[in-house]
T-cell receptor, first 111, second 112 residues
Framework: SQQGEEDPQALSIQEGENATMNCSYK?????LQWYRQNSGRGLVHLIL?????REKHSGRLRVTLDTSKKSSSLLITASRAADTASYFC???????????FGKGNQVVVIP | EPEVTQTPSHQVTQMGQEVILRCVPI?????FYWYRQILGQKVEFLVS????????KSEIFDDQFSVERPDGSNFTLKIRSTKLEDSAMYFC??????????FGQGTRLTVV
């Protein structure tokens, strides 16, 4: 079965720097979504990229999708202390809206 | 901005008791979901609900679990006889036709 899997990174960066995290998956997907979770809180939807898209932007976020490599990356530019959170990728298959989540990347932005 | 709301935020229950977790999805959404996240683990899919019936469920969603949309706005998850291993954060989510799913803040269930 397919599942999103982030590189098991814990990033610690200075405010203003860029943060990049990666996600790989195993089977063909319909879409891939990125979520943010602050400690003990809910999942905040960041961005959705469909299988026929290669890159998408939303504010300071840039997501890429390489279906040949079955991987995606999330770039946060000009990071802020408020970006400190866990970031999850989640993949969706064709024919249903069920999401398979990865383990998450912990990002700490130091002011 | 419309959001998914969940109540309660934290529920403590004794093993063997029934619990009902409540959710109000975004009003024009058609698909509803429950996920759970055991502490330190991945977010796991439980069930999806569309057109007043379950459209898909995972192997986790056994006979102890049930979902209901009792009226036009609420969506509930019932666990009939809770076990210690049911302790987790339970997330409700909803989406329109589009697969973009919006999640609530979660209910932290603690079974003692």
């Amino acid at each position: 079965s397919q599942q999103g899997e982030e590189d098991p990174q814990a990033l610690s960066i200075q405010e203003g720097e860029n943060a990049t995290m990666n996600c790989s998956y195993k089977t063909s997907i319909n879409n891939l979504q990125w979520y943010r979770q602050n400690s003990g809180r809910g999942l905040v939807h960041l961005i959705l990229i469909r299988s026929n898209e290669r890159e998408k932007h939303s504010g300071r976020l840039r997501v890429t999708l390489d279906t040949s490599k079955k991987s995606s990356s999330l770039l946060i530019t000009a990071s802020r202390a408020a970006d400190t959170a866990s970031y999850f990728c989640a993949t969706g298959l064709y024919g249903n809206n069920r999401l398979a989540f990865g383990k998450g990347n912990q990002v700490v932005v130091i002011p | 901005e419309p959001e998914v709301t969940q109540t309660p935020s934290h529920q403590v229950t004794q093993m063997g008791q029934e619990v009902i977790l409540r959710c109000v999805p975004i009003s024009n959404h058609l698909y509803f979901y429950w996920y759970r996240q055991i502490l330190g683990q991945k977010v796991e899919f439980l069930v999806s609900f569309y057109n007043n019936e379950i459209s898909e469920k995972s192997e986790i969603f056994d006979d102890q679990f049930s979902v209901e949309r009792p009226d036009g706005s609420n969506f509930t998850l019932k666990i009939r006889s809770t076990k210690l291993e049911d302790s987790a954060m339970y997330f409700c989510a909803s989406s329109e036709q589009d697969p973009e799913a919006f999640f609530g803040q979660g209910t932290r269930l603690t079974v003692v």
